[in-house]
C-alpha cells in the first residue's frame, strides 16, 4: 500500500512529484541547486510540513554535494547561504526550521572533517530525516488506528497523506494502518480550497490504494456531519504550539469547531517534528498570507470580478480545546497540552 | 443604486440576465416558451428563490399569452402543463411553487373571462409578483438595515441580491439600505462553492453598486470571524419550517454553526412568501441533489481523479436555535418562530 514517492535522492538530484500537475499528470521534477528545490516549496510542487522539512534536508545535502568549494569553511558559508533561502520559501510549517537546523548542526559537527566526508554524512542526515518520517508515520499509524472503530467513517481536511510526507502520511497515515489492520473505513475529503489539497491529492492518493473516499466541497461538512455518521475527524498539523493550538491549512478551524458542534472527536495526527516548545500559544504562529490570485483565479480560471479584493490567509489556529487528542510517534498525548507534549518531548531526549 | 435588472418583461418575451455567464459577461437570455424558462431555472441561469418565482410567475404569462389555444379550458389546460413542466426545475425555493399557484388561482378566478383578459391579467399579475418583489426587499431592507452598527461589517453567503430577486436583494437590500442611510457598511462575501454564487455574483453586484466587498473561500469565515471584527452574518433563504428552520444554499448551516461559536448575530433575510407553513420543520424540506460534476469539474474545469465520488446536496437547513431573527417585509420576526411567523402571516391576511 501506498508505493507514492514523494520525494527521494536520486542520481545525485532530488526528485520529487510536481504536486501541482495533481490529478492531472504524475510528473516527477529532478531538482539540480537549492534554488530549484526553493522554487518547488514555495510554489507549492512539494508541500505539507513533513514533506517540507524532507525536502529542505535534502536541499541541504544537495547544496553540499554539488558544492565546488575548495574548504570547509567555504563549504560551511554555503550551506548557510542554503539555509537561508530554503527558510524564506515559507512561513509556517516548523518542520522546515527544524530540518535545516538539524542539517546545520550535523554541519558543525563535522567542521573538521575532511570534505568529502561531510558531503557523504549530510546527505545521509537527510536520508535519515526522510527515514525516520515514513518509520514515524507507521508508528503514528498504528497508535492512531486504534482510535478508529471499525467500520469508520472519517472526515479529513487538506491532504495530510503520503504526499504531504515523505510517504504513508500522518492523517492518511492512520486511516492506512486502520484499513491494513483490517478495518473498514470510508474517508470523507474537504476539497480545500483554494489550492485544493483535497479533491487534487487526497482523493488521488486514496484512490490509488483502492481506500472508499468521497469528495465534498468545504461548505457541506456541517450538513454532512447533521446528517451522515461521521465518527471522528483526522488533520495533519504546520506547527503546534507547546499549549497544544494546532495550525494547520485554512479551514481546519472551522472543521473543528464544527465536529465540536456535532460531538464528533477531532485528532491531530502529526510528528514531535511539529510541535514548537518555543511558542506559548498558536497566536504566535506566522500565518502565511499568500496571493489573492488562488481564490479569485483557481487553476488559473477566473472566477471573481476582474479587480476583486480578496484574503488569502494559508493556515489557521485550531485552540486547544477543540483538539480531542494529538497523535504522535511517541504516543496519543491527550490535555493538558503543555504537561503532556513536554512529556512526550522528554521522552525522546531521554531515548537518544 | 442597483440597476441590474435580473428579470424582466420585454417585446413579448421573458428577458434575463444568464447568470451562469457572470462576471465575465452581462448577457441577456430572452425565453419565448416555458421550456426555455424552465431550462433557465434547471441550469442556474437564474436563481435565488425570490427570482426563481418571478420567473416561473413570467412564464405562466408567457405560456398564457403565446398561447394558440382558441378557448379559456383549453389554455387553462395549457398552463396547468406549464405549471407541471415548471414546479419540477428545481425542488427546494418554495417561492417557485407558491408564485406557481397565485398564477393559477388567478387563472382559476378568471375562467369565465374572454381570452384576452385572461392573458392580460395574467401577465398583469405576474407585473405585480415582480413588483411586489422589490417593494418587499426595499422595506425588508428598510426594517433590517436598523440591525446594523455603523460602521458594519457583514458576512454573508451565496448570493441573496439584486440577482436572486426581482431587484435591491434580500439579504444584500439590507446592506444597500444601510448604505442608503449613510451607514459605511463593508461585506466579506463567501465564495460559495460549487457554484460561486458570492465570488461570481455577490462580488459583481456589490462591485457594482461601489459597496466595499472582500471575496473569501468558504474554509476562511471561522478564521475571519475569529481575527476581524464581523458584527453580523445575512444570508438568504430558499425556504423557511414554521418552526423558524431555515434551508438555504449549502454551506448556510456551518456559517450559523460559526456565528453561534463567535458569538455573532446571524441574520436571515427573506419575504414571507419563503415560509412555509405547512412543513413543521426544516427536516420536511426536499433538498436538491445536484450532479455530482459541479464538485468534481467546477465550471468545466477538472480538480479531481477521474471517477471520483462526490456529494452536491444544494441547500442544507440551519435549525432554528441558530437564528438570531428573520428580516421579513412585514417585521423582523425574533423567537418563538412557530408562534411570531404565523403572527406576521396573519398580519397579512388581515391587511389584504
Request: contains cysteine; proline residues 5%; charged residues 20%.
Amino acid at each position: 500500500m501506498s508505493a507514492v514517492k514523494t520525494i527521494e535522492w536520486k542520481d545525485g538530484k532530488v526528485r520529487m512529484i510536481d504536486q501541482t500537475l495533481l490529478p492531472r499528470e504524475l510528473t516527477y521534477l529532478d531538482c539540480e541547486s537549492v534554488e530549484m528545490v526553493a522554487e518547488a516549496i514555495r510554489s507549492l510542487r512539494i508541500r505539507g510540513a513533513p514533506a517540507i522539512g524532507v525536502a529542505a534536508a535534502y536541499g541541504m545535502a544537495l547544496c553540499a554535494v554539488v558544492s565546488s568549494s575548495p574548504t570547509a569553511g567555504e563549504l560551511r558559508d554555503e550551506l548557510l547561504l542554503a539555509k537561508e533561502i530554503l527558510a524564506s520559501t515559507r512561513p509556517t510549517a516548523i518542520n522546515l526550521f527544524w530540518a535545516l537546523d538539524r542539517m546545520m548542526r550535523k554541519a558543525s559537527a563535522l567542521q573538521d572533517a575532511p570534505l568529502e566526508q561531510i558531503k557523504r554524512e549530510l546527505l545521509e542526515e537527510a536520508h535519515r530525516i526522510c527515514d525516520d518520517d515514513i518509520a514515524a508515520n507507521r508508528r503514528m499509524g498504528e497508535l492512531g488506528a486504534k482510535l478508529l472503530p471499525d467500520p469508520a467513517t472519517v472526515l479529513t481536511h487538506c491532504n495530510a497523506g503520503a504526499l504531504a510526507t515523505a510517504g504513508y502520511g500522518t492523517a492518511l497515515g492512520v486511516v492506512r494502518a486502520a484499513v491494513e489492520s483490517g478495518k473498514r473505513v470510508h474517508v470523507y475529503a474537504d476539497e480545500t480550497r483554494p489550492v485544493l489539497q483535497g479533491a487534487r491529492l487526497t482523493v488521488w492518493e486514496l484512490m490509488q490504494d483502492g481506500i472508499p473516499v468521497t469528495l465534498l466541497t468545504d461548505n457541506m461538512a456541517a450538513h454532512l456531519m447533521r446528517h451522515q455518521r461521521i465518527d471522528c475527524v483526522i488533520v495533519g498539523a504546520d506547527r503546534i504550539a507547546s499549549n497544544g493550538d494546532v495550525a494547520n491549512k485554512i479551514g481546519t478551524y472551522g472543521v473543528a469547531v464544527l465536529a465540536r458542534h456535532h460531538g464528533i472527536p477531532f485528532y491531530v495526527a502529526a510528528p514531535v517534528s511539529t510541535i514548537d516548545m518555543n511558542i506559548l500559544s498558536g497566536d504566535f504562529t506566522p500565518i502565511e498570507q499568500r496571493a489573492a490570485s488562488e481564490v479569485t483565479a483557481p487553476m488559473g480560471l477566473p472566477i471573481a470580478p476582474e479587480g476583486a479584493e480578496a484574503i488569502n490567509p494559508a493556515f489557521d489556529v485550531t485552540p486547544k480545546e477543540l483538539v480531542t487528542a494529538i497523535i504522535t510517534e511517541q504516543a496519543v498525548v491527550y490535555p493538558p497540552y503543555l504537561q503532556n507534549l513536554k512529556g512526550c518531548l522528554e521522552q525522546i531526549s531521554d531515548e537518544r
